[in-house]
């Protein structure tokens, strides 16, 4: 197991389409233990492949609570396949977009189809924040940050004040 480092915004890296992955062998099974411990370290909710420089179709998610019993989920290939008109607005964040937060509305109910880590295909019914953190985890897969979500306006100003904390922390 290894922690892996953490790609943040602004960074190309973050907007690249990931491609499919064939089979859930055993590397694809160390990507997926290595993104989780990662997450825990982090601490987050939930991890793409691009955010660890990735470019694999692969996200894992625990929206367990303090207190609560870990429950890890992790995905290969995972798309949308049904969602609900209603909406539900969380506020969002994202361990490659530290420190800001923004109310992001999603589809409240989706339905997902996956490859588990025995290979084997799913489809899981989500609702909640479980179903917004796995949208906003599906958006990496295709280059999609929370931030494309919010105004143009918004979006500039915190991509703005990431670049210049790169800037500076690139100095010391
Ligand atoms: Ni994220």
């Given amino acids: 197991m290894a922690i892996l480092p953490i790609i ?19 590397g694809v099974r160390v990507l997926m ?27 894992v998610v625990d929206v367990a609570r303090a207190g609560e019993d870990p429950a890890p989920m992790m995905m290969a290939n995972p798309e949308i396949i049904a969602s609900s008109n209603e909406l ?16 992001v509305k999603r589809p409240e ?9 025995e290979n084997e295909i799913r489809e899981q019914k989500m609702d909640g924040f479980l179903a917004t953190c796995v ?10 940050l929370f931030v494309d979500h919010i105004s143009n306006l918004k979006r500039s100003m915190i991509l703005r004040k990431l670049s210049k904390l790169k800037k500076a922390e690139a100095k010391v």
């Fill in 8 to 26: 943040t915004a602004p960074d190309l890296r973050l907007k690249k389409k990931a491609a499919s992955v064939d089979t859930v062998d055993d």
């Fill in 33 to 59: 233990h290595n993104m989780l411990e990662t997450m825990y370290d982090a601490p987050g909710v939930g991890l793409a492949g691009p955010q660890v420089g990735v470019l694999r179709r692969v996200i």
């Fill in 88 to 103: 539900s607005i969380f506020e969002e964040g994202c361990l490659s977009v530290p420190e800001y937060f923004a109310e």
């Fill in 109 to 117: 109910r989706v339905t997902i189809r996956y490859l588990d880590y």
């Fill in 135 to 144: 949208q906003h985890e599906i958006d990496h897969l295709d280059g999609v």
